[in-house]
């Protein structure tokens, strides 16, 4: 019965949130995890924000509230992390000459695989008109260049590592202007491994 009533007054002290609180929960998520952004837009001193920002990510109810956010926006929105996982894998392990027939020719867009499809950032195009036959008689022609730019892989690389927990644990040390250290610091883990 003890355990229950523990558990209760738990919940209730998790859901107890001051406005700014919520609102720095919300900005976090919405500035891509910056908690000195958020702890601004929230609200809270900019001069001290920083130290804010770490001091609310550090509390058990903000903790929990942005989980419940994060767990609430990826299912309204019908994204999982394998689905991520699996996007970042096409780019990571594409290969722009799979874009080719030869050295030169392309394919034809049309040819191409969804998932090769879907590793093109950009295609631009250039005419360049030349003179091509002999100095005496020269022959104008347009030549038509075409660029394609592939999405970065190392990119896909490293956010494939971090999510799936390949990076090792890194160090962040916080420090005022004065160049002084304002708090203890930071062991960042890399992201757990889940069975989605």
Not at 77 to 102: C, D, P, R, Y
Request: aromatic content about 6%.
């Amino acid at each position: 019965m003890i355990n229950n009533i523990e558990n209760i007054n738990e919940s209730v002290a998790l859901n107890k949130l001051t406005k700014k609180e919520q609102v720095f929960c919300y900005e976090y998520l919405a500035n891509g995890f910056n908690a000195t952004r958020a702890s601004i837009k929230a609200g809270y001193a900019e001069n001290s924000a920083t130290v804010t920002g770490s001091r609310l990510l550090r509390k058990a109810n903000i903790k929990s509230k942005i989980e419940q956010l994060q767990k609430n926006l990826s299912e309204t929105a019908g994204i999982s992390s394998l689905m991520i996982a699996k996007e970042h894998a096409k780019i990571a392990f594409s290969n722009v000459a799979k874009l080719h027939n030869t050295w030169i020719e392309r394919k034809e867009l049309e040819s191409l695989s969804e998932d090769e499809k879907s590793c093109i950032q950009e295609v631009s195009t250039k005419v360049i008109r030349i003179n091509s036959g002999t100095k005496d008689e020269p022959i104008p022609a347009d030549v038509e260049y075409v660029k394609i730019k592939t999405y970065d892989k190392q990119k896909s690389l490293d956010a494939l590592s971090s999510l799936l927990g390949f990076n090792a644990p890194s160090k962040t040390e916080i420090t005022g202007k004065d160049g002084e250290q304002l708090q203890q610091s930071i062991i960042i883990l890399p992201a757990k491994k889940t069975n989605e």
